[in-house]
């Protein structure tokens, strides 16, 4: 089973992006999953997570408002799309998935991690 990130890039302050996160192996319907980032020289940060139903969203506070998180479950996609970019918005971006419940900022429950998409945004 592999977490897959796609769609990153070069995008100017104030521009868009959505980043896809493809599922190969088996289906994650029943998966919470959700986004990370990690800044240069920075930890990695929490960004959005999304209950296996879809029902809970959750957002880091530095994304509120600007990010969505959704999933297509037919697809095994999950997806971020990002408004309003800032260039603190600059980092590598991680999909993330574990069985159950709702993936919280202290990554504890965690236990399948996609290998990062750069996303640079520029001023």
């Known amino acids: 089973v592999q977490l897959v990130e796609s769609g990153g890039g070069l995008v100017q302050a104030g521009g868009s992006l959505r980043l896809s996160c493809s599922v190969s192996?088996?289906?994650?319907?029943?998966?919470?999953l959700g986004w990370f980032r990690q800044a240069p020289g920075k930890e990695r940060e929490f960004v959005a997570a999304?209950?296996?139903?879809?029902?809970?969203?959750v957002y880091g506070d530095s994304v509120k408002g600007r990010f969505t998180i959704s999933k297509d479950d037919r697809k095994n996609t999950l997806y971020i799309q990002m408004e309003s970019m800032k260039r603190e918005d600059t980092g590598v971006y991680y999909c993330?998935?574990?069985?159950?419940?709702?993936?919280?900022?202290?990554?504890?429950?965690?236990?399948?991690w996609g290998q990062g998409t750069q996303v640079t945004v520029s001023s």
């Open positions: 993330a998935e574990q069985a159950g419940g709702i993936i919280g900022e202290d990554e504890v429950g965690v236990e399948l």
């Open positions: 192996g088996r289906s994650f319907s029943s998966y919470a």
């Open positions: 999304i209950s296996w139903s879809g029902d809970t969203r």
